[in-house]
């Protein structure tokens, strides 16, 4: 019974600094004894400041912890029966090794004889016998990451934290300090609870996994969970290479994206927006004819398991990974089967799209030049003599470096029936189209790929050849690194 | 000429052989030998022997130990309190401490002797408290800064990890920001004790006529006696470098910075 008992729950947890930053957001999780959870995120989502607030180091704005049902948040540290592995180790440069484990056993007040004793035992878990005389200075950062980890241990805490402590380990030492940290969790049933950004490590170590994003929870769940079934466009971009591509619902279990048709395991309602999530693995290269869509190969490059092949498709770049090599600007065609494809509900249907800086250092879509300021958007940017856009570090900005996207409401797109009107930006086809109560939606193929979503008040008809008219004072832009 | 980065070493070495070397060397044979130029330990002895000499190495002491004991006193607290706290304009409160220094030593002793005048009514009454106050005065900065860049480069994760182990704020403080500061304050005390030794400019300026070493030195060779003036400065070098290998060897082990000046 004991063992299904959650020993430490989050409600509610908000922490917003002085300066009106919302580090963390509503963060509701409960973790059960003996678990393995581990907060994944880009830097500066949150999860250092969350496990923070589980430390005590910093005390939540909003909401509780509860430590087996009691209340902790506003406990110093010293008083939660909780031990953390920091990030860059915190070992006391002036004590050796024993006094930096015997450290919080000392505190306790606990007989000489037992404090060695513990320190030796603590020492043989993490491989570092014979170890307590020596200088923290001589010893090597992976030497150091383990001493973290018996300071800590040694205290027996209900729960151990552990913030990104790998981080500034080398890749082979990681790798094995990653089982290390497993087999000790499963040996000592202790909870850990660890931050990385490096979701392979997430998804090696961890029971259930927390992935964050601008302090906000985007999806819980096992590692299966996470990567096979991806809640958000953010998950899945995140976890493992992924192709991700918005289109919709052509028919119940059949999509539209990519500028392919595709059958898919998930059931959606006809009409409806969708982000499409296709793992590299799960495209096959087939011949021209076989594919369901088809492109340019733009590079090949062998990775030792697989071959990370790009196809340019249409406006889509493509990344897939197969056995098999393919020959750099051949045409090939691309399948999917059913179930390699996961589709997700699209939160709104805001039309975001690519656009692309030419060579004169402007940025455009379909061949015609957007009005819009690039030093702006662009941080610390400028112009020189020559137009050309130069960064804040002085550099003349590469234009294949540089990915801009555009995102426009659908109640802002105008659609006329005049393609030859020079306001058109482009042109397509209604493919789709539903009443909304007071207006119509629409869903235009373009020639270039892109989907775009259109609201209008007037009724026009599948099959439509339409022009679409983007206002640039609607169209708002963002750079993508 | 072979232009080679130890050319730009010459005019260093010219300076130490003219200025650091040679009066080393007559500073020796001075004070080991006697006014007819024949070696003699005389002088020595004549020092610890001497109670006038003893008692200025006493005062001497002293004084020093008390200004340092005061700076010290007064400069952890302020410089801890700067690193650690958050405020935005604690460049200025540092600028506050180190600006005194930009002003002239004896247009600031003087100031502070009309201060002390006016309290005390006449300087006479307490010639020690008057100068290891002017010393105080003179060398507080010197204490502040080494201390303060210290505890400003501590890895504030430290005493996170102190907390996290059990320790309360005080423990922290007392195992982990204390013992770590250390080459700070040793660094501090090796710049306020050494000078406040000699510096008898303070002690003149404030009517203190107590010799200090400095004084003594500067009245023997005032006297012609160029011998025991030379074996007093001897034994304050020697003091000098008792303490600096004491020092030295403490900072040994955990060097990390802390002299900025």
Redo the contacts between chains.
């Keep these: 019974m004991e063992n299904t008992e959650n020993i430490i729950e989050l409600k509610s947890i908000s922490r917003t600094f002085a300066d009106g930053f919302k580090a963390v957001e509503d963060f509701n999780l409960e973790v059960k004894r003996g678990e393995f959870v581990t907060f994944l995120g880009p830097s500066g989502c949150g999860k250092t400041t969350t496990l923070r607030m589980i430390?005590?180091?910093d005390l939540p704005t909003e909401g509780q912890i509860l430590l087996d049902g009691k209340e902790i948040s506003k406990l110093?540290?010293?008083e939660r029966p909780?031990?953390?592995v920091?990030?860059?180790y915190?070992?006391?440069?002036?004590m050796n090794i024993f006094d930096n484990i015997a450290?919080?056993l000392k505190?306790?007040k606990l007989p000489k004889e037992e404090i060695k004793k513990k320190v030796k035992k603590v020492l043989e878990l993490v491989d570092l016998e014979g170890f307590e005389k020596r200088s923290v200075s001589t010893l090597s950062g992976g030497q150091q990451q383990r001493v973290a980890i018996a300071?800590?241990l040694v205290?027996e805490p209900e729960i151990l934290l552990l913030d990104e402590p790998l981080g500034a380990l080398d890749l082979k030492m990681r790798k094995e300090m990653q089982l290390e940290l497993k087999a000790m969790h499963d040996e000592l049933g202790i909870t850990f609870i660890y931050v990385t950004h490096d979701q392979e490590e997430a998804l090696t170590m961890s029971d259930k996994i927390v992935v964050m994003n601008e302090g906000k929870i985007q999806q819980i769940g096992t590692p299966e969970d996470i990567y096979n079934e991806p809640q958000n466009a953010f998950v899945a971009d995140f976890i493992g290479d992924s192709n991700i591509f918005n289109g919709i619902m052509t028919g119940s279990m059949t999509a539209r994206f990519a500028g392919g048709e595709f059958r898919c395991v998930d059931d959606v309602p006809e009409g409806t927006r969708i982000t499409a999530v296709v793992r590299p693995e799960d495209i096959e290269v087939v011949p021209t004819k076989e594919g369901q869509i088809r492109g340019k190969v733009t590079s090949v490059i062998f990775k030792g398991i697989h071959y990370e092949i790009t196809v340019e498709s249409g406006r889509y770049e493509v990344v897939i990974q197969s056995t098999k090599s393919a020959d750099v600007g051949s045409e090939v065609g691309m399948k999917v089967e059913p179930d390699g494809i996961h589709i997700m509900i699209a939160e709104d249907d805001t039309n975001i799209f690519p656009v692309d800086m030419n060579k004169r250092h402007r940025l455009e879509f379909n061949g015609q030049e957007l009005d819009t300021s690039l030093t702006q958007l662009i941080k610390g940017s400028h112009r020189n003599e020559n137009h050309e856009l130069i960064n804040e570090n002085g550099e003349v900005i590469d234009p294949d470096k540089i990915h801009v996207f555009c995102t426009i409401e659908p109640e802002d797109i105008r659609m006329t029936d005049d393609v030859d009107d020079e306001q058109v930006l482009v042109e397509g086809t209604i493919s789709n189209l539903f009443y909304a109560g007071d207006h119509y939606s629409y869903v235009v193929n373009t020639e270039i790929g892109q989907d775009f979503i259109v609201y209008d008040e007037y009724l026009w008809n599948m099959g439509d050849r339409v022009g679409l008219i983007l206002p640039s004072d609607k169209m708002r832009f963002s750079v993508k690194k | 000429m072979k232009f080679s980065r130890k050319t730009l070493g010459i005019p260093y070495g010219v300076f130490l052989t003219l200025f650091v070397v040679a009066p080393m060397i007559v500073l020796f044979y001075y004070a080991f030998t006697n006014g007819q130029g024949v070696f003699t330990l005389r002088n020595l002895t004549d020092f610890f022997t001497d109670p006038n000499t003893l008692g200025t190495l006493f005062y001497s002491l002293a004084i020093a130990l008390t200004t340092t004991v005061v700076c010290l006193l007064i400069a952890y607290p302020v410089a801890y309190i700067l690193a650690t706290s958050k405020l935005k304009a604690k460049s200025v409160i540092i600028m506050i401490f180190v600006t005194p220094m930009w002003i002239n030593f004896s247009l600031r002793i003087t100031a502070l002797k009309e201060i002390l005048t006016l309290i005390e009514g006449n300087l006479a009454y307490y010639p020690f408290l008057n100068s290891v106050l002017g010393m105080t005065y003179d060398f507080l900065p010197f204490m502040i800064l080494p201390i303060y860049n210290t505890i400003v480069k501590l890895d504030h994760s430290l005493t996170e990890a102190a907390r996290d182990l059990g320790a309360n704020e005080r423990g922290a403080f007392l195992k982990v920001t204390v013992p770590l500061s250390l080459p700070g304050v040793v660094s501090g005390i090796s710049m306020v004790f050494l000078p406040a030794m000699t510096n008898y400019v303070v002690l003149d300026m404030l009517y203190n006529s107590t010799y200090i070493m400095g004084s003594l030195i500067g009245s023997y060779f005032a006297a012609y006696n160029w011998h025991g003036g030379s074996m007093i400065a001897l034994v304050l070098l020697g003091i000098i470098c008792v303490f600096t290998l004491l020092t030295d060897s403490g900072e040994d082990d955990a060097r990390t910075g802390g002299a900025l000046l």
Excluded at chain 1, 90 to 94: I, N, R, S
Aim: proline content about 12%; overall charge positive; glycine content about 8%.
């Design positions: 430390a005590g180091f110093p540290p010293n909780i031990n953390t920091f990030q860059r915190a070992l006391f440069p002036h450290f919080g505190l306790k300071r800590a205290n």
